[in-house]
């Protein structure tokens, strides 16, 4: 390691010593872990504050999928395996195909379950992956480092930017250098970890938190919920069938078997079920309803109800 690096680290906030653990290895369990929970709840503060750039990359992440784009995550180490965790989540959550968030994480998949040495350290590998996968300007490239200096993604993002995509960039360092790489900086500073350095703790966990809110703030504006529940999740095995039928007994009120019942005859889409029971339209209306409305439930059925009183009081 160059005395440069060294001193480039130094400066960072996530790999400075924590005053507040600097006796940690002498503690008993129970007072480590009240350590690791005291500092735990920086995080959510540190999220709080930059809640501004995180709704600024959900409207350019909504405006990238209506318009055929992708949400592209990429990230070394912890920080690549956290994309990926948010980015598998996507289609049987909100029934989105699996090319629609897409995980990008140096060294392959194999780096999934093992550190690959160096892979991290080389920008052009960033550029390499988002070719293989055909980035356009329509995508939108999250860039994930919890210090804010990981080559591979400062590769990545230079050539998203070069082809005109939107980047943002994620990091748990004010002084992040993939910050002056992206159109939108989101930095989460919640400190020094509890031991210097291990970013997989409050790092990790900031990160997480804001990649769960791009997601599932982006995918409400799509409509892929109704009041608050998840109704485009993808009935796939026996806890998400069950899932579908609370979901549309809670949205409409009605018993387990006509839940079922209608269920079936919608091939378990919860959405289109819902539809049916509080518009009383067959099927096929209600498809053609809901494609009206660009999917948005409550939108279908605010459509929908005037025209049906209207035809009522005709009758």
């Known amino acids: 390691m160059s005395q440069d690096l060294i001193q480039e680290l130094s400066r960072l906030t996530s790999e400075a010593r924590n005053p507040d653990?600097?006796?940690?290895d002498l503690?008993?369990?129970e007072a480590i872990l009240e350590k690791i929970n005291t500092a735990d709840r920086e995080v959510p503060v540190?999220?709080?504050r930059v809640l501004p750039q995180v709704a600024e990359a959900v409207e350019k992440i909504v405006e990238?999928?209506?318009?055929?784009?992708r949400l592209i995550y990429m990230g070394a180490g912890t920080s690549g395996r956290l994309g990926i965790l948010d980015a598998v989540?996507?289609?049987p959550t909100y029934g989105v195909s699996e090319d629609m968030v897409v995980a990008l994480i140096a060294g392959g998949d194999d780096a999934v379950y093992r550190a690959q040495e160096g892979a991290e350290d080389n920008p052009d590998l960033g550029r390499a992956d988002l070719q293989k996968i055909n980035l356009c300007d329509k995508d939108v490239v999250?860039?994930?480092a919890a210090s804010g200096r990981t080559p591979y993604v400062i590769g990545g993002l230079r050539y998203a930017r070069e082809l005109g995509c939107t980047t943002v960039a994620l990091s748990c360092n004010r002084a992040a250098v993939i910050a002056n790489e992206a159109?939108?900086?989101?930095l989460p500073e919640a400190g020094p970890e509890i031991l210097t350095g291990s970013t997989r703790m409050?790092?990790?966990?900031a990160q997480k938190l804001v990649l769960n809110m791009l997601t599932t703030a982006s995918m409400i504006r799509l409509g892929k919920s109704f009041y608050n529940l998840m109704v485009d999740v993808k009935a796939t095995n026996a806890k998400l069938i069950g899932r579908t039928r609370r979901i549309v007994m809670e949205a409409t009120g009605v018993s387990f078997e006509e839940a079922d019942r209608v269920l079936g005859q919608c091939d378990h889409n919860a959405k289109l079920a819902i539809m049916v029971i509080l518009s009383g339209l067959d099927r096929a209306d209600a498809e053609r309803a809901l494609k009206e409305s660009n999917g948005f439930l409550r939108l279908a059925l605010q459509q929908v109800k005037p025209e049906r009183q209207a035809e009522e009081a005709l009758a």
């Open 64 to 69: 990238a999928f209506k318009n055929g784009g």
């Open 89 to 91: 989540e996507c289609p």
């Open 183 to 186: 159109d939108i900086a989101i």
């Open 46 to 48: 540190a999220v709080h």
């Open 27 to 29: 503690l008993p369990t």
């Open 21 to 24: 653990t600097q006796d940690i």
């Open 142 to 144: 999250v860039g994930i």
């Open 202 to 205: 409050k790092a990790g966990t």
